[in-house]
């Protein structure tokens, strides 16, 4: 018995001293890194190094894949070209643009944001107070049509798209979180959104003013705050699935929700002869609950 314990401490002694070594080595990856830090300011316009010199006016499709850093999406002021706005660490970080123009004018416009370095490394580059903390903004244009996809891997992002011209869009998020916020309405209402994600969560506000004719949420090992606030213009049929997590959803008092029980006031602040837009609910819950609120 006094063998096995002692082979037993042992061999947690070297699992120990295996951690211990990787942290050094890490530390010192990172302290010789740390002196070639290049931190680069960049700014970005869709197509201006493109061989076509046609401007960006017909719809296109943007494509943003971001991880491990801070990212934020804005409506350009009028007039403004869809952009991108970067500081970051060039040493440790690379920030890749395509842009593809069709005969027919329209385009697809490709963003990827990356860190080189493991995470661990990255954590002690701050530890040691040689980080840098990178910075990504994106301006989406209000006057063309864009299809907007967004994956997010081991981060998060705060996004803002009141005011936009989308024609569909999607976010897929793992390992992290975003808050996504529609301030106004669209200029169109949406035919669909969708947001699938797992081992994170994240915070959705004044969804109303997309109007989705179809909104598809699906969350896994994490949790949600999906608000339905805001100018609803037509019905909406939505898909809400959980699993291993929390969602709560909030529906203002000037729509009508078919297919889900509703806590709270289920008095419509609409006259009943006057007729108001419909959420049709379908609700998926596994190792988890959805609760839909006033």
């Not at 643009?97 to 990356?114: G, H, I, L, N, P």
């Not at 370095?117 to 994106?138: C, N």
């Amino acid at each position: 018995m006094k063998g096995c314990l002692r082979f037993g401490c042992f061999g947690c002694l070297g699992v120990v001293g295996i951690f211990v070594l990787i942290i050094g080595i890490s530390a010192l990856v990172a302290w010789r890194g740390a002196s070639d830090q290049e931190v680069v300011d960049r700014e970005v316009v869709a197509g201006a190094d493109s061989l076509s010199t046609a401007p960006v006016t017909h719809g296109g499709k943007v494509i943003l894949r971001f991880s491990q850093g801070e990212f934020r999406l804005h409506p350009a002021a009028p007039g403004e070209d869809l952009m991108v706005k970067a500081n970051y660490d060039a040493d440790i970080f690379v920030l890749q643009d395509s842009f593809t123009m069709a005969a027919d004018s329209t385009w697809v416009y490709e963003v990827e944001f990356y860190r080189t370095i493991s995470g661990l490394q990255a954590i002690m580059r701050q530890v040691i107070g040689k980080g840098h903390d990178s910075k990504l903004d994106v301006y989406l244009p209000r006057d063309i049509p864009i299809e907007l996809i967004i994956d997010s891997k081991e981060g998060g992002f705060e996004a803002d798209l009141g005011g936009l011209w989308l024609t569909d869009a999607r976010i897929d998020f793992n390992k992290g979180g975003f808050a996504l916020t529609i301030s106004e309405p669209l200029k169109e209402p949406l035919p669909s959104l969708v947001i699938h994600g797992g081992m994170g969560g994240f915070d959705a506000e004044g969804l109303g003013n997309a109007s989705p004719a179809v909104l598809d949420v699906d969350c896994r090992m994490g949790g949600a705050q999906v608000d339905l606030s805001g100018q609803w213009r037509n019905d909406c049929s939505a898909r809400l699935s959980i699993r291993m997590g929390g969602m709560a959803v909030v529906v203002p008092d000037d729509v009508r929700v078919e297919g889900a029980p509703v806590a709270g006031n289920e008095h419509l602040r609409t006259e009943s002869e006057v007729p108001v837009p419909t959420i049709t609910m379908s609700l998926t819950q596994s190792m988890g609950e959805i609760e839909v609120v006033r």
